[in-house]
């Protein structure tokens, strides 16, 4: 069945995928029309994916795995109906168990990264404030490095990314917790929380270039959604070097962990997408669409999301180098820092 599965994720990786359908507590993204996109839900509760007239449905929730194949020859309402009906027979049967200590505890993780997160503020160089999402972006796993998982957060000023601020957790004794910071904003700030200190950037996070030879940003939003992931796989590719001296390609996420909410002036679009380890996001890739009066293009940056050396390349030029940091650093534009649990509660009672 593993086998079968990793087959099928690497099949799907590399397709667009339609904005997400909400049903219940699961995020289900599926493309009802052409029955050719892959869904992953969130907190690895539940998967689906359709391919080829083929429904996949993949379950996990306190242990209980569970994976089906069904034919999926269906016009569009049969099919959403079928899949809330999935939904309850595969799902209530699992949700109606007692939760684990294990899974309480990573639900409470989960919020005191959240808690913590919100101990900041992060006042830019004329004097705003940026604005706080209060939600992770994305939760990550990462087995190579044995991690427990993280999250991603992200703050916002007036519609565009400020920083992103990863915090995840380690099976080590002890320092069992780490955060990074990295700025994604073209000006400089100051992010202070009253137990966790202060950080100052010094310089700029991301510079934006135009991609070259790239098309013009489409009129509708589906549409430019498509064409960022197009650019996103056709011109980008980033690299890990974990300290063993190889090299390692990392995965382009194809649904964008962040979609801009707002239309900041002179922007007509953006997201921000991942290349990762596992889930893990190592380097990130924002595109926007920008308007120059009756002239539009697309404009992109990279920056790290980790402490390992990374590479980023735009064409087949490297556009993106920083050799691998300390694992407590503090730097121009990023800081990563390890911390204890009593570290960490105390920046949850200091918000």
Known sequence: MQTRENNLIHRLSSQNRSPPLILSRFSVKVDMASRSSAVVAREDLVWFAVENGEFFMRLTV???TRLTLVPLNLNLRVRLAFHVLLLVLFASPCLSQEATPESKMDAKYR???????????????????????????????????????????????????????GIWRM?????ANGYEIQSLSEETFKASSDSMGTFSTTKPGVVFAQVIDAPKPAIDA???????????????SADLDPGTGQQE????????????EERPEGVIDGAIFSFAQGT???????????SNGSDAAWFYAMAPSTS???????NGAVVLRRERLSPTYIGNNYMVR???????KKGIKSR
């Open 62 to 64: 306190f242990g209980l």
């Open 111 to 165: 919020d005191d990264m959240l808690g913590m997160a919100k101990s900041y503020t992060f006042e830019l160089n004329d004097k705003s404030v940026a604005q706080f999402i209060e939600r992770p972006l994305f939760s990550w796993s990462n087995p190579q490095r044995s991690s427990e998982g993280g999250v991603v957060l992200l703050w916002m000023k007036q519609g565009r990314p400020v920083a992103t601020m």
């Open 171 to 175: 099976p080590n004794p002890g320092v």
């Open 222 to 236: 589906r549409s430019r959604l498509n064409q960022m992931r197009q650019i996103a796989k056709q011109n980008f």
């Open 249 to 260: 390609v990392l995965r382009l996420i194809s649904t964008p962990i962040y979609r801009y």
């Open 280 to 290: 893990d996001p190592e380097v990130l890739l924002m595109l926007e669409a920008r």
């Open 308 to 314: 390992h050396g990374v590479a980023g390349s735009c």
């Open 338 to 344: 390890l911390l204890t649990d009593t570290e960490m």
